[in-house]
Structure formats: C-alpha cells, structure tokens
C-alpha cells in the first residue's frame, strides 16, 4: 500500500471510531491487526526488533509475521493516531493490541544478555544505596534503550479507591505497593476459574510497554511523540505496565509532554500551524488519561508546571478570535450572478458549524478541563493553587451551553434570585457553543473543587455555580445529568453556603 492511502486508511479510521460500537466493529474485523503490523514495520525500519526474534517465534510460527520494512519517508503518525482511537476506554481491546501477531513478532519476551553489563552493575549499586529494588525485575532488550530510573515507593494516599473496577483485575488506576508484582493480562473471571486449580500466573510485560516510552523520547516529529503517549496511556491505564513503569513515565515521558505543550502554548498564528493545534488539543487529554489515579504522576506533572499550562489554555480558549473570513461554499454560478441564495437554509446542509479557529479553541477548552481535573482529585494544595489562577469565571462558563465573557475576580457577582428562572437563549456564541464534552469536564471540575470546604465557602459561592449546574440537571443528555448530578452532590453538603433551604427547594421543584 503506497503511503499516501495508508495515511488515507489511517485518517478515515480516526474519524470513524467516535463511537464505541465503531471501535468494537473496527477490532472484530482485524483492522487493529493490519494497524498493528503497519506499526511493526515501522520498527523494523528503525532497526528497534528485539535480537534473534525470527529465531525465537519459529517454535509458534511468528518468524513469518515479521513485516517488510515501511518505506523511506512515512510517516507512523497516523498509523499512532488510528491505533489509539481504537483501543481507548477499552482494556480489551489494548489486550488484542499488545497480543497481535505482529506486535508479538518483533517484541517477544525473552532473556537478554547485554554485550556489557555495565547498566547490570549500576543496577546492583543503586540497590545496595536504597535507590531501587533488591530484587531487579528481569529486562530485556529494549529496556536497555531507556536509561536508568531510580526507584521510587510512593506511600499509598487514604483518598485513593481502594476497590477495582467491577469484572476487572486491578489496573493501574489502583495504585500499588508491591515493586515486584508483574502486570497481568486476564479478566477476573478467568482469573476466578483459574483459581481452582491453583494461582494464577501473570504474564510479562511485552517489550512493546518501553519501546513506547522510547519512541516518546527519540521522535522527531512532536505530533508523533503525543501519539506514541496516547497509545501507552491506555496500555499503562490497561494494566499492562508493570509497576517499575510509572516512575520511568513520571520521569521519561511526563517532562516531554509538558514541554511540548509549553513551546507551543507560544504559537499565536492560527494560519499554517496544523500541526501545531493537533498538538495542543491532544496533549492535554493525553496528560490527564496518564496521570488520572496517580499521586505519584500527579505531583511530577505538577513540578512540570502542568496545571498552570492548562488554567492557561482555559483562559486563551476564552478570548474571543480575530475577525475569520467565511468560507464560501462552492456554487455552480459565478458570485454576484441571479440565482439562489447560497446563506438561506435551504443551501445548506445540517445545522452552520463554528469556524476552524472557534473549533479549535473548543477542543482545547475540552481538553484544558480534563487536564485540571486529573489533578485535583488527592491534593488540597492543587486545588487552592488552581483556583488562585482566578479562572474560576472560565470554568463556570463552561458550564453553559451558550457561554458569554467570563467573570474575573474583580467582576464576580452573587446571582440574584431568580436568575435561574431565565435561562439564556439557544443562539451561536462568539466564544463557541460548549459540546457535552465540555460540560462534563467541567461537571468534573467543579464536583473535585467541592472536596474542599474554603474553596466551597468562597470562590464556588460568589460566581454563583449553583445555578448552571441545577440548568444541567435537566440537560437533555443523560451523561451530561450524570456529571451535573456527581458535581451537585458535593455542593448541597451540610456545611455548604450553597445549601439554602428555601432556593435550594424551589430550585429541586423545576427539575
């Protein structure tokens, strides 16, 4: 296949896996295999197999699996970009991701045995000085492109769930405190069947975990370094990674991500800079999905100055853009000739979309939102430093459908009563009418911000965030009631200020 179709192939099944039954339909007809054995022969040009790997798959017939070489010149961004599309919120589907044929071909598990044993022996000093673990997990050959990581045993955070998600094993959102536990690759009911015959047996990690973590540090394209995290968040979300791994993301991966968000956070032309606004739309979601249920990844994206990159893109998604020339739609007749008019309704199909730079500032908001609240959830000290950004107004305008200017500090403004009686209306906003994405991000904003009782008393009661969050409880949209429904809880407490009997009532009646 030349490279231009599979960069075609590649696009068109990211646009295609918005929905979950797509995602599922994309899996079960082996589109994830081919996307897989595209990616291997992006390692097979690099030089990146693991040694002797023809050798090693002969005994299961994988030597055959070794792809050809992808030609001079392509590009694996979009094959990254497909790959996580597909596999994301799925631990099944990343499941059939790191056991493809292909993907096994080049990264089988075996013993390694360095030419020098010159990281062995730093390994064994390391220990002995309490910077790792005595009992060294085994690496094989791709854990020697990375570099050496001490080892770091968080202490366990009481605020953390302690109970998996039901019908799955323990993931990586529960941290753990066992530095030699190996990931395991089954669901609880095979584990549950397999346990009458005995423990079950984890299985290793596959070499493809550290090549991820590679390709993030040894690409050169910054679009293809974000993609390369997305794919290892949902393996490293999955399970996959074996414990030793957070500490190499915290370190390895973490610092890049928030660097290439801060370079081009300083991009200001929106003409020509494609690149440029994929990377700052993705990256943030990327960083959220990475460091969501980890104090441990929590606290070194926020020495990375994380949290005050993405109060900054909340902000900027706020300022209005400049004046964008309309495009015209293509007409069979000349302009200014008799005819048709091509801005009547009847010309147009569907509802008027919003400009591509007012687009592109909603996918930021949606993905600065997402970032904000995987940090807030353990720690107070996030919470207060977030909230003295003074973008509170952003967040609270971001609860709206239809959003207007946002409130500073200087302008908020106790609501009076009976505001919530006249909701605004249902017309195109110069800021860019919010999706459903960007009002349960937002939900989840302010349902973390409610943990704190000082923040609760003060900045959530004086921009008035009762009042959109009681419009949302009646959101046509299920999921967006569901988010509404989790941030009201926090808000409705005993000892809030919000919680006025009478309001609070009148308000509960109208739902």
Known sequence: MAVEQKHLVASLITLLCRAESHRNDLANYGILDDLATMLAAFVVSRGEVVPAAGQIGQGDGLDEMIPAPSPVG????????????????????????????????????????????AKQRVRVTMAFNNLGSIMPLPLGAVDYLL???????????????????????????????????RPSYKFSFWDTASATNGEAEADEESPFIPWLIHLVRSANNP???????????????????????????????????????????QLPDFNDQAESRMVLERTPAVLARLIAGSELLQQAAYDCKALKMATHLLAESYNLPAQQTISRPWSPTPRGSAGVD?????????????EPVVAHKLRVREGALRLIA????????YRKAFVEQDVMGCVVESLQPHPSKPKTGKERVKPEKGAEDAPRLAEPSPYGNNPNSVLIAACHVIRLLGRSISILRTSLEDYGTAIPLFRLLKHPDAEVQVAACGAVCNLVLEYSPLRDVSDYCRKMRRI
Do not use: W, Y
């Open 74 to 117: 392509s590009n694996m961004t979009g094959v990254l970009a497909a790959i996580s599309a597909i596999i994301a919120e799925s631990r099944f589907r990343a499941c059939l991701l790191v056991c493809s044929p292909a993907i096994m071909a080049v990264f089988p598990n075996a013993e390694f045995e360095p030419a020098t044993r």
């Open 223 to 265: 679009l293809e370094k974000v993609m390369a995290a997305s794919v290892l968040a949902s393996l490293f979300k999955g399970g996959f990674a074996g414990t030793d791994k957070e500490t190499m993301i915290a370190v390895l991966v973490l610092p890049i991500l928030c660097r290439l968000l801060k370079h081009h956070c």
């Open 147 to 181: 570099p050496i990581v001490p080892a770091v045993q968080p202490k366990p955070s009481p605020q953390a769930a302690h109970f998996p998600p039901l019908g799955f094993t323990p993931s990586r959102d529960t941290p753990s405190t066992n530095p030699i536990t």
């Open 342 to 354: 091509e801005r009547s309704a009847g010309s147009r199909l569907g509802e008027q979309g919003h």
């Open 374 to 381: 995987a940090m807030l959830p353990f720690k107070e000290e």
